[in-house]
């Protein structure tokens, strides 16, 4: 598929892609899903991956689904429209490494919600994050009144969804919505920084641990102990990540992470 809004590229394991239609404020469209659902069924699934970065081009970040196609959808086409959303941002966040969001402007409506399916978000001092759906007779389509009162809590989140209200950069922090706030010119570089950091970890230990966190918050303490104690006991035994992680720390040297 030749790409025209997603801009992939892949650096020693960091698929960093960016979303570039910024004369719409990259609006989410039709083609945007078409290029997102290619692109996690195939850059996204190379080997060698150990973590991808989403940013956007320009001044926005992602200012919300596309209002210009979205205002003729009938009620059939408005539900499937955010049903495909839905299924591409869960598959976003099923990828077995972390995604990072790296919001360098307008994270609003579609935006945010994109930016809330990816592990964590890293954000510009410059970065503008709402849910104004309500101000169009809307309200969030791509599961964004589910995840966001889970990653803010209750009142926070419908604080947000009722008013329509634009918070900056420092408000979203202090709500927990983003990780970190940094200087504009330092947001790629510490995007990568955490990317690098992640990618020269255990491949397969940083998988499990998205899998167990994400997983574990669905289950009982119980549950999500025994499936920890599987996945743990998992890494151990001759030839696995875990005897050469942990002989590689005996032996004082960089751990060569096996394929399993
Ligand atoms: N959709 C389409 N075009 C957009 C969008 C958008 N969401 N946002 C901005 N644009 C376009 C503008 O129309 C404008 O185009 P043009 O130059 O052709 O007039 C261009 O981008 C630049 O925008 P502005 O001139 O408005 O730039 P400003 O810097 O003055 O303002 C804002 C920036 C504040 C971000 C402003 O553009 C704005 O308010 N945008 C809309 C934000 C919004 O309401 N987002 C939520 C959309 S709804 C949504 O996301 C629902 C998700 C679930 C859908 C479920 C499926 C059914």
């Not at 809307?138 to 803010?152: D, S």
């Amino acid at each position: 598929m030749e790409y025209q809004i997603l801009k992939p590229a892949l650096n020693e394991g960091v698929l960093m892609v960016t979303i570039s239609r910024p004369a719409a404020l990259n609006a989410l469209n039709s083609r945007f899903f078409g290029e997102m659902e290619h692109l996690l069924e195939n850059e996204a699934k190379g080997p060698g991956i150990r973590a991808l970065i989403l940013t956007g081009e320009g001044k926005a970040f992602v200012a919300g689904a596309d209002i210009a196609e979205m205002v003729h959808m009938s009620t059939t086409e408005g539900e499937a429209f955010g049903k495909r959303g839905q299924a591409v941002f869960a598959a976003l966040e099923e990828l077995p490494y972390p995604v990072i969001a790296a919001i360098n402007g307008f994270a609003l409506g579609g935006g945010l919600e994109l930016a809330m399916a990816c592990d964590f978000r890293i954000a510009s001092e410059k970065a503008k994050f709402g849910q104004p759906e309500v101000n169009l007779g809307l309200t969030p389509g791509y599961a964004g009144t589910q995840r966001l009162p889970r990653l803010i809590g209750l009142a926070d989140a419908l604080l947000l969804l009722t008013t329509g209200e634009m918070i900056d950069a420092a408000e979203a922090l202090r709500l927990k919505l983003v990780q970190k706030v940094v200087a504009p010119e330092q947001l790629m570089d510490e995007a990568l920084r955490i990317a690098n950091l992640i990618a020269i970890k255990g491949p397969l230990a940083v998988s499990k641990v998205k899998m167990l966190v994400r997983k574990g918050l669905t289950m009982s303490m119980e549950e999500g102990s025994a499936l920890e104690a599987r996945h743990f006991g998992s890494l151990f035994g001759p030839g696995s990540q875990g005897e050469e992680g942990m002989k590689a720390f005996l032996e004082k040297r960089k751990p060569e992470w096996p394929a399993k």
